[in-house]
């Protein structure tokens, strides 16, 4: 039997040299290789700055301290997501208002959002979440967007990006679209630190404040104070801050995968086209609708959507998939099926028909750089087995 985890992590390139030459230098914390993998990775995406953090949570709720939200105010944030996106929502005491999505892409629209604007016209801040590496309909500069509905009503837009590097939108890197963006770089995405994550931004207020706000709200992070003439232990507090700095140790990780980015993305792309062309016209089994040239989607997930018309269930499904040594994931259950989120907010499944649509089906195949043909081939037979014996059954 096949042993396909869902994921693997792929550190084939240059990660030990630059992993020994940290601990080689006595400097393990926050230093000189994160700087470097700041500029770097502004460079990639196109903008001037770049703050790099813990995670992508941890740059979310700079983003959102940076951009002045608060308690008493509320932020659009899709339902079709991980937890972190609205979390941070409420570590600044202010409250998410869920947003459906378009069934296929598990993408916010336009059309969603401007219904979302007129019935919540008081909203100045959106999460917008680039959902399985796929850009939403932003359309910088141009007329009818998400970024053109949000300039008109006045809302700022923080972009969700853990999902998406690298992908491109109209020609532009995911990075500097909306007023801040923030990535993931946990294991299993397409460039990893093993944890971490990376605040992008044109905005130089905004980067000044993230920066200060990742340590403690100091005024100058411990490399400038170790390497400028002023005394290393002079500094002020300006600010309440947090500790969400990356350490020197994943940002050499980090540059290394940095090194590989396109590479990693074309081997993902390689595993998603073998999914479409493998999978395609099997009944009952609805496969990731594409808005973008497939040169331009990261794909961090290849996600299926199992039709109320399919002979199996979901969750049997993946079962029956685990039985024969395939790793699959959820993404997600939706944030208006939590707990906490459905009973604060009295939230109904029949408000959000697109996200309903793909939780009651939807789960994750296996796509990583180093997924072979021979286990994508299998994969796909097990599925069209799988579906098949259950039709018949």
């Known amino acids: 039997m096949n042993q396909i985890p869902f994921s693997r992590v792929v550190c084939d390139g240059h990660e030990l040299d630059y992993v020994r030459a940290v601990l080689d230098s006595g400097w393990l914390t926050t230093a000189s290789r994160t700087r470097e993998f700041e500029e770097r990775f502004a460079a990639a995406v ?21 951009l002045g939200v608060g308690p008493g105010q509320k932020v659009f944030v899709p339902t079709m997501t991980f937890t972190a996106s609205a979390e941070v929502i409420r570590y600044l005491g202010a409250d998410p208002v869920f947003l459906d999505v378009e069934y296929g892409t598990c993408l916010l629209t336009p059309a969603i959002l401007a219904d979302a604007i007129q019935r919540h ?135 290394a995968q940095l090194e590989r980015a396109e590479t990693m993305r074309l081997a993902r792309q390689r595993c998603a086209q073998a999914y479409l062309e493998g999978l395609a016209r099997v009944p009952g089994l609805d496969l990731p609708l594409l808005r973008v040239p497939p040169t331009d989607h990261a794909w961090h997930l290849f996600p299926v959507v199992l039709a109320p018309e399919a002979p199996l269930t979901r969750d049997r499904l993946i079962e029956r998939l685990a039985e024969r040594g395939i790793g699959t994931s959820v993404h997600y259950k939706p944030l208006h099926r939590m707990t906490y989120y459905r009973e604060r907010y009295t939230l109904q499944p029949d408000d959000f028909p697109g996200a309903e649509r793909v939780w009651q089906g939807c789960l994750s195949l296996p796509i990583y750089a180093t997924l072979r043909e021979d286990e994508i081939a299998y994969i796909v037979d097990q599925l069209r087995t799988l579906l098949r014996e259950g039709a018949a059954a």
């Not at 196109?46 to 940076?66: D, I, K, Q, R, Y």
């Open 46 to 66: 196109g903008v001037p700055h770049a703050c790099a953090v813990n995670s992508c949570t941890a740059a979310l709720h700079l983003a959102l301290e940076a």
């Open 121 to 255: 016209p008081s909203v100045r801040t959106l999460i917008v979440v680039h959902y399985g590496g796929q850009a939403c309909d932003l359309r910088p500069g141009e007329p009818g967007g998400i970024l053109d509905l949000c300039t008109r009503h006045g809302l700022r837009v923080v972009e969700d990006a853990a999902h998406a590097f690298p992908t491109r939108h109209r020609g532009r890197m995911v990075g500097g679209l909306g007023d801040v963006t923030c990535f993931s770089f946990y294991a299993n995405k397409t460039i990893t630190t093993g944890e971490g994550g990376m605040l992008t931004t044109n905005d130089a207020a905004i980067a000044q404040r993230a920066r200060i706000m990742r340590l403690h709200g100091i005024d100058r992070d411990i490399w400038n104070r170790y390497t400028s003439p002023r005394p290393a232990w002079e500094y002020d507090v300006v600010a309440p801050g947090f500790k969400y700095n990356m350490p020197d140790i994943n940002a050499a990780i980090g540059l």
